[in-house]
């Protein structure tokens, strides 16, 4: 049964177009977090989400709207999708918000073409 | 200069040879968080620690706040502990925002 779990795990698209990676977490964690890993592996923080309510919004830009319908499920929608915008994205999750241990799900790799 | 170095960037040992992989860090934390990703690309996270030393298994990993350093040893390696190995810590005191190290990429050969 898997803890965070990410759709899809891989996504082309071409540039331009709209998507979205959805997140849930089934460990009852109340803070949930989205991370772009970049070419260079580089990981950085993107959002995080503490019972649904926008905690860190890292300088990101608005073409990227993240969702927490409840505290379980996280999305990340992502508006006229650029070149740069191709990575791995992490979601994670943890109890608390200085965090704890972090659960991460797969990842979801995103390829613009 | 990153807020978190680690050291060395990459590493090849044989098979039953000790690890050490090197963590420093600029910023004050309440905790430091130590992270292993998969060539398949998972990650799980291995220790959280704010002081002294954690062991789990073959892993041991140590903090040493005053001198912000941590370091995370392998005992009796093995090549499935192949991967890259990822420091983290908080910008700054009870915050979420974790800042990351580049990754230690570590390969153990048979």
């Known amino acids: 049964d898997t803890a965070v779990s990410q759709t899809p795990k891989y996504l082309v698209t071409q540039m331009g177009n709209d998507k979205s990676i959805k997140c849930e977490q089934n460990l009852g964690h109340d803070t949930m977090y989205w991370y772009k890993q970049d070419s260079k592996k580089f990981l950085k923080i993107m959002f995080s989400?503490?019972?649904?309510?926008?905690?860190i919004n890292e300088t990101v830009p608005n073409r990227f709207s993240p969702k927490s319908p409840d505290k379980a499920h996280l999305n990340l929608h992502i508006n006229s999708l650029e070149l740069g915008d191709s990575a791995v994205y992490f979601c994670?999750?943890?109890?608390?918000?200085?965090?704890?241990?972090?659960?991460f799900g797969e990842g979801s790799r995103l390829t613009v073409l | 200069k990153n807020e978190v170095e680690q050291s060395p960037q990459n590493l090849t040992a044989q098979e039953g040879e000790f690890i050490t992989i090197n963590c420093s860090y600029s910023v004050g934390i309440s905790a430091l968080h130590w992270l292993q990703q998969h060539p398949g690309g998972g990650i799980v996270s291995l220790f959280m620690l704010s002081s002294g030393k954690k062991k789990h298994g073959r892993l041991i990993a140590t903090i040493n706040i005053q001198e912000k350093h941590s370091s995370l040893h392998i005992t009796a390696s093995h090549p499935r502990d192949s991967a890259v190995y990822i420091c983290a810590v908080p910008r700054s005191y009870n915050t979420d925002k974790l800042i990351f190290g580049t990754g230690t990429r570590l390969q153990v050969f048979p």
């Open positions: 994670a999750s943890s109890q608390g918000l200085a965090p704890g241990e972090l659960f």
């Open positions: 989400y503490n019972n649904k309510e926008l905690i």
